[in-house]
């Protein structure tokens, strides 16, 4: 008796078509994925703005003498002799070993952040390092359209601005 063979499997054909609704279904979820991931980064970065906010009033009033602290890693050294942490996290401080340094500021979630000192010359603080009565804050993307799409900045009256064109010169309030 003579047995058929009999085959089994799928067709080229039908594997081009399962290949071809991926390939489709890829190039609508990509971009949609892509948006989420700069939200994200962007709320970091807003995030970013509040820790430095918080951290200055904290440093102002528990070391500063009134004065703003002229960089993050001022922010990130405990006061005096007793203290053992920082005002602001180790991840917003470039002198904390592992962090990612651009600049004098750190990059965190795809996006620049840094500070530097504004206004007139303010008191020695409690490690005798001189404040200043103004700060401001940036955070930018570091890959403009890809990592995030507005920018961000601050300073010691704590609002938050934003800039659509990715720059640190917004001058609208966030919302």
Known sequence: MKRMSKNEGFT???LLIVVAIIGIIAAIAVPGLLRARMSGNESSAIGSMRAINSAQASYSSACGQGGYAATLTI???ACGAG????FISPDMNPATKGVTVKGSG??????D???V???AAGPNDGNGVGTF??????SVPTNLGSTGQRGFNT???GTIFVDPNGTATGTTPLQ
Do not use: P
Request: proline share 0%.
């Open 113 to 115: 952040t840094d500070m």
């Open 106 to 111: 750190v990059s965190k979630s795809g996006y």
């Open 133 to 138: 009565t103004d700060y401001t804050a940036t």
């Open 155 to 157: 300073n010691a009256a």
């Open 117 to 119: 000192k504004a206004g």
């Open 12 to 14: 080229l054909i039908e």
């Open 83 to 86: 203290g053992t942490q920082g």
């Open 75 to 77: 922010l990130g050294t």
